[in-house]
């Protein structure tokens, strides 16, 4: 009877609570797995398929936002501590033993550290998508459920600015499918959010969703008889690596899927600019901004693997305890075993089935290992696979309505001598914005024969040849003795030149290059030494770029078309931004 009576007396204080909390305009936020499972909002246990964290998923979440408001009281129970254990025990990673190795993880639980950055580097297979799309929609929930249904007056943002929620990947594509769609679909099944999608707003790659407030201030408007409404406050946004609308958003969180994928040298599309232009408008938001990497790792460079030390790093102060300057960086390593229980991708499994096809490979894609000084491949293979079209082949006349471009790759006395010419198709998006494709026309490469150099006067009748059958604007070469070959083609009317084959410029042709893939912005016909050389590259970082080269043993021990490619796209890409810019003139005013 006694205990009925406590029920009851909980029940009522537990209303009372409740009502004082709507008349002063808190809103109760529940924890990240309560979000998932509840029929309210993720309904995950009631779908007809029901999904069930797997059981890293929820640790992973736990220890992202235990302790942040709503999570209060989360933790992390004796079973999950004890996966935590195993992968700490019987797992080979990347932590750095003297800084606590992976124990360091379960040393930031005990400590109750709070996290604004998330570093997942998951092997393939290891569901990055799902938590993606959790974690926005459990952002975008918080935002709802912000004070009077108001986050703008809860982070003292200006009323008529949305607050944007980022997912970004290395090309449109991936950012929008399958990423983004996950992320609609997460939203579109969830009860909570049905009263706030805004659809008659809907814009490819965004989602509005309409605050409390926002639903007030529409009603008021419409009282007043006012047709301009508020679209949503709460915008879920997708992005990609090359998009320049992202800058300057009030955005709370930024969601990078396969970040170690951007590319990890100097310019826009790189790593380290994308994070740090996007970063510095988070600060408004405090402890409550949020920065989510997910990727399979790739080489010791760049961003990705920046954090990945930054995370653990700790000093030791005069009293004999420790302090981390990095704390609230959350970096947690995850061989796909140890994230996904399916029966097929046991540790057992996948190196007796997928080890021996590459073992170095192997340690990256599912091993979640990063590679060391040795390199990482520049080019993703499923990425050139994307790009290969098995329909064409080496053109022998050219359409008069395009315009080719033709780089060659000069040879030494017992190198090869490539040729690659391309054209660039230009696309409107639906948005008005230029998609612009460069396709690549023919590849020829010579080879020496008994350590004699290759023969210019061969290559020359290529060229004159090319140039006759198609609309060549310019041919290039690299700067290796390629004069009297330029002044031989410009006696003959083609325009001819050398390009700087500096490290800067090669990091710029082979950062566009490898753009394009990713982006799927080229097509390339099934030139099997091409493609050899593509997918056998490496890379590694130095002080003044990239430096690209291959394996001497492996079956394609040459980067001269891949060179060749490069110039030719690169060349023919910008050739076409500076037609489509204004020319400067010289106007003569007169004496005043």
Known sequence: MARKQDNVSNLIDSVISKAQGTQTGEREIVDIITFCEDAKYLNFLNHDYPLELWPMQKIVLKLFYRGTEGNEDLELTQDELNILKKIETEEELDYEQEMGGFHQVVDKYNRGTLFTHMLLVMGRRSSKTMMVSIIAAYEAYKLCQAPEGNPQKKYKIGMDKPIHIMNLAVSEAQALDPLFAEIETRLARSNYFQDKINHDSSIKGKIYLLTDADKAENARRREKGMSVLLTGSVILMSGHSNSASLRGHATICVLFDEFAHFMTTTGKNSGDEVYNSMTPSMKQFGKDGKVVMLSDPRGKDGMFYKLFPMSQKRKAKADGTFEWPHDDILAVQLPTWCMNPSPELTKEILERTEKPKDPAAFQTTYGARFVGSQGSKLFDPMRI????????????????????????????????????????????????????????????????????????????????????????????????????????????????????????????????????????????????????????????????????????????????????????????????????????????????
């Not at 948005?431 to 290559?459: C, I, Q």
């Not at 082979?510 to 982006?519: A, I, Q, S, V």
């Open 385 to 592: 696979e994307a790009a290969i079209d098995l329909r064409m082949q080496e053109i022998r006349a050219g359409d008069p309505n395009k315009t080719f471009y033709i780089h060659l790759d000069p040879a030494s006395t017992s190198h090869n001598y490539a040729l690659a010419m391309v054209h660039v198709e230009a696309f409107a998006n639906p948005n008005g914005l230029v998609r612009r494709v460069a396709v690549l026309d023919y590849m020829k490469m010579w080879t020496p024969v008994n350590g004699n150099p290759v023969p210019f006067a061969d290559v020359e009748k290529t060229i004159r040849d090319l140039c006759r059958r198609f609309r060549v604007a310019q041919v290039t070469f690299d700067s290796f003795q390629s004069q009297q070959a330029i002044q031989n083609l410009t006696c003959s009317g083609v325009k001819s030149f050398e390009t700087p084959f500096r490290p800067q410029y090669i990091t710029e042709i082979y950062g566009e290059l490898r753009t394009l893939f990713n982006e799927g912005n080229i097509v390339i016909y099934p030139h099997e030494h091409l493609i050899g050389e593509l997918k056998e590259m490496m890379y590694k970082i130095q002080n003044r770029g990239i430096k690209r080269f291959f394996d001497p043993k492996s079956e394609y021990p040459s980067d001269d078309c891949a060179d060749a490619l490069a110039g030719a796209v690169y060349q023919s890409l910008h050739a076409v931004v500076s037609r489509i810019l204004p020319k400067s003139v010289l106007v003569n005013t007169g004496r005043r």
